[in-house]
Nanobody, 128 residues
């Protein structure tokens, strides 16, 4: 079965850190674009970050630049999101996703592009 298995969410105090993991199971990441998204209560889903091996793109939403870092480990077939200096406004359900059907690049991840394969999401709660 092809799926993305997420881990690493939880409750953290403002200023703390978490690392989210997204392991691809049943397929390899290869050159697929991989991204992190989040959805807070009452808000639309937003793109947080995306990484593309194909063209070398690493992209971040303005709200997380300098605080979040996306990376991948091909040996472990896993994508990570390191989140530092977390703020209460970062509270959301975080989803990882890869695009097995669309472009290998990250184009459009922040403006409505729908990736093909999604993790189940993990709750990140940041207390003030």
């Amino acid at each position: 079965q092809e799926q993305l298995v997420q881990s690493g969410g939880g409750l953290v105090q403002s200023g703390g850190s978490l690392r989210l993991s997204c392991a691809a199971s049943g397929f390899t990441l290869d050159y697929l674009a991989a991204g992190w998204f989040r959805q807070a209560p009452g808000k639309e889903r937003e793109g947080v970050s995306c990484i593309s091996v194909k063209d070398g793109t690493i992209a971040y939403a303005d709200s997380v630049k300098g605080r979040f870092t996306i990376s991948r480990d091909d040996d472990k077939n896993t994508v990570y999101l390191q989140m530092d200096n977390l703020r209460p406004e970062d509270t959301a359900v975080y989803y990882c996703a890869v695009d097995q059907l669309g472009p290998l690049e990250c184009d459009g991840y922040e403006r409505g592009r729908v990736f093909s394969t999604w993790g189940r999401g993990t709750q990140v709660t940041v207390s003030s």
